[in-house]
């Protein structure tokens, strides 16, 4: 089928045997019991799509996940951070940040986010993690107080990196943000008045949705570099 557009389909038991379907429109489609043998999927578009009990043997789809975001031109390395909720994934910005990317890649690397818990956590604002005292749930009440010991020394902060949804900033202790440390935060929703204040060195190009459920106390399992 080549540009086909097929409305509230129903299929029974239908076998598909190397079928190949280019630029097919699929809204409602409903498939029940159906076996697809090798079948090659390019470009298809499945809106509100249920597949009950479905086989795919073989099947190839060259369909990128919905969630997922290319990175930016020029970007630095991705940072991976697997929650007891889920992944979430940020590209970093070493040309408008060099320092901050090189200190949080430098942490990264030293294991030194792995079972840190997330300390504050506050919905339709932001989520943040970064000191190690949060391992201990005994000394909760004093989680967001400690860092890794050895400030960055300078504020990376330009025009070019805002405070939008997922954006990716520097925390730090007083009102000098060249004391930003180890403690990152993900914003959950435009923020334009932190934009003067605090340095932008990433964003998350992958999920997003997760970092919305994160609560106060979740673990931050690995963080990694992808």
Do not use: C
């Not at 979430?88 to 200190?103: G, H, N, Q």
Request: net charge positive; proline share 6%; charged share 20%.
């Amino acid at each position: 089928m080549l540009g086909a557009i097929v409305r509230s389909a129903r299929v029974l038991g239908a076998t598909v045997l190397g079928a190949a379907v280019l630029g097919a429109t699929v809204p409602g489609a409903t498939v029940l019991g159906a076996t697809v043998l090798g079948a090659t999927v390019l470009g298809a578009t499945v809106l509100g799509a249920t597949v009950l009990g479905a086989d795919v043997i073989g099947a190839r789809s060259m369909i990128e996940p919905l969630q997922a975001q290319q990175t930016s031109p020029g970007a630095g390395p991705v940072i991976v951070l697997e929650t007891v909720k889920g992944t979430i994934e940020f590209e970093t910005y070493p040309d408008e940040a060099p320092k901050t990317v090189a200190r949080i890649v430098e942490l990264v690397k030293k294991n030194f986010y792995n079972g840190q818990r997330f300390h504050r956590a506050e919905p339709k604002f932001l989520i943040q993690i970064g000191d190690p005292q949060s391992r201990n749930p005994q000394m909760i009440d004093y989680w967001g107080r400690a860092g890794f010991g050895k400030p960055i020394g300078v504020a990376e902060i330009t025009k070019k990196r805002r405070h939008v949804r997922g954006a990716v900033g520097m925390a730090y202790a007083g009102s000098d943000p060249r004391n930003a440390d180890s403690q990152f935060y993900i914003v959950l929703a435009n923020r334009p008045e932190l934009d003067p204040k605090y340095t932008v060195f990433g964003r998350v190009v992958n999920g997003i949705g997760i970092a919305d459920r994160i609560d106060k106390g979740d673990m931050l399992k690995r963080a990694s570099i992808k």
